[in-house]
T-cell receptor, first 111, second 115 residues
Framework: AQRVTQPEKLLSVFKGAPVELKCNYS??????LFWYVQYSRQRLQLLLR??SRESIKGFTADLNKGETSFHLKKPFAQEEDSAMYYC?????????????FGEGTQLTVNP | KAGVTQTPRYLIKTRGQQVTLSCSPI?????VSWYQQTPGQGLQFLFEYFSETQRNKGNFPGRFSGRQFSNSRSEMNVSTLELGDSALYLC??????????????FGPGTRLTVL
């Protein structure tokens, strides 16, 4: 069975501080990992995915298969980063488009 | 391109009734997935349709069903509504390139309240 765990429901940091949102997963095959974000009163949208190895809005995430983690990091948080963040996993081609989501972390960046 | 649209945006029903929700994917997208979002269970996968066929199904009772039309638009139906079905129902569409899991684009959701 596939499972995604985000241990922190709430995370609060000050502007300019580093931020790390944790994500651990359980999957027996080769998963694809994603971070989705939902800003206030907006729809859920993709932030980044591990296969792209991109940095979006200053955020990066590295897939660590040994620790089965996909933590999201940003060196200097901005107030506009305040949002709900969801880590999600897909089993790749065998799972179609099915995503398994974590419970989400509400990030608040204080001025 | 226009984004994923869902109708209606809000619904109020009573127990025992049935409901149909509609989703129009982004033009050119052939896969439509449905998710249920609740405070207690978070985001849970309901099912996925691709080329009018159900390709994947989550762990929901048979009261939850769906279908996809030839234009890729999708509907989901919930029969014999229960109080616990109150949730935000999200639809997501993707292109599907067979190489990897495509980015899913989410709609605004339909807020269903069961009284």
């Amino acid at each position: 069975a596939q499972r995604v765990t985000q241990p922190e429901k709430l995370l609060s940091v000050f502007k300019g501080a580093p931020v790390e949102l944790k994500c651990n997963y359980s999957y027996s095959g080769s998963p694809e990992l994603f971070w989705y974000v939902q800003y206030s009163r907006q729809r859920l949208q993709l932030l980044l995915r591990h296969i792209s190895r991109e940095s979006i809005k200053g955020f990066t995430a590295d897939l660590n298969k040994g620790e089965t983690s996909f933590h999201l990091k940003k060196p200097f948080a901005q107030e506009e980063d305040s949002a709900m963040y969801y880590c999600a996993l897909s089993g790749g081609e065998t799972s179609g488009s099915r995503l398994t989501f974590g419970e989400g972390t509400q990030l608040t960046v204080n001025p | 391109k226009a984004g994923v649209t869902q109708t209606p945006r809000y619904l109020i029903k009573t127990r025992g009734q049935q409901v149909t929700l509609s989703c129009s994917p982004i033009s050119g997208h052939r896969s439509v997935s449905w998710y249920q979002q609740t405070p207690g269970q978070g985001l849970q996968f309901l099912f996925e349709y691709f080329s009018e066929t159900q390709r994947n199904k989550g762990n929901f009772p048979g009261r939850f069903s769906g279908r996809q039309f030839s234009n890729s638009r999708s509907e989901m139906n919930v029969s014999t509504l229960e109080l616990g079905d109150s949730a935000l129902y999200l639809c997501a569409s993707s292109f599907v390139d067979r190489i990897s899991t495509d980015t899913q684009y989410f709609g605004p959701g339909t807020r269903l309240t069961v009284l």
